[in-house]
């Protein structure tokens, strides 16, 4: 088999981790305001998600790889989605 | 210099441009996406179901405190990164002393996780108490569990490091580990938000 030769650039790996930081000083943050839970919930989802795409992205370099590997990697996580997504609406139509 | 995808795992096989052994490395972490999917779905169920069983966490755990353990876990990702892009320049040394610095992290991490575990028990919250403790620990636990896997791996990854098994030519081993690394600090990042903050 051939190897197949590709490019990859170096992230700035520290800045980076200052937006990791920045994110989770965010997060703690957004739980300790007096925010109402329904606000305060995808805030802090979103903010996970973002940091979890950081880590994704730039330190396991999905940003430089190929479709095959990003699909691999992605699609689990929409399959979780749409595993913990109808017991969520479940548990809110009951409260 | 130009990085290449196949060169560092020098002698594995090639399939679709992905050497075999990372394509492996990635279908084994999209089915530890799906172990912890089931895992915090079963949360997400249980929580939503009884939610006046479930304590304002903030009354039983200890968030600032793990809060900075959540921090020393990013660092360790940030140390991982940097034994990778190390030996990808050519440096074993600071290979071996970023890798040995992720272990000791890691370590770091489970000792303060172990800390807070015995401050719940002490306080009465135990995995067989209630609703919540269950959950907690079954999740806190199996994420436990694949950090000190993590752990001794690396600590296996150091001793090859020192053996010389790793070169700027041939370091494949070593982005295998940071992609487990990595991913283990994924899962927190998930687990911190919703045991921790909501």
Redesign the interface.
Known sequence: ????????P?PN??LV?VF??LL?AA??G???TGLP?SM??PL??A??IA??TL??MF??HLRF??R??RF??V???L??II??LP??V???G?? | M??????EHHGT??????PTT??AM??F???E??F???L??AY??L???A?EKWPVV?DVLN??LV?GN??IL??S??T???AY?AI?DGNPQGMRRMLIATAALGAFFLSIQAVEWSALMNEGTAPATDLFGSVFFTLTGFHGLHVLGGVLTLVYVVFKAFRGAFTQASHGGVELM??YW??V??VW??L??IL???
């Open positions: 088999m051939t190897e197949h030769v590709v490019t990859r170096r790996y520290m981790f990791l930081a989770t997060e703690v957004v739980a300790f839970k305060q919930v802090l989802i903010l996970a940091k979890a880590v994704g330190y396991m790889e190929g095959v590997l691999i990697a699609g689990p996580l399959l979780a595993l913990s017991p969520l479940d548990s809110i009951h409260h | 130009s990085r290449t995808a196949a060169s096989p090639v399939w679709q441009g992905i990372k394509f990635w279908l972490l999209a089915s996406v799906m912890f999917a089931g915090i779905g997400i169920v929580r939503g179901g939610p903030s968030v600032p809060a959540t921090f990013i660092v990702s940030v991982m990164v940097r892009a990808e940071g992609l990595h991913f600090d994924v990042i998930f911190f938000t921790y903050l909501i």
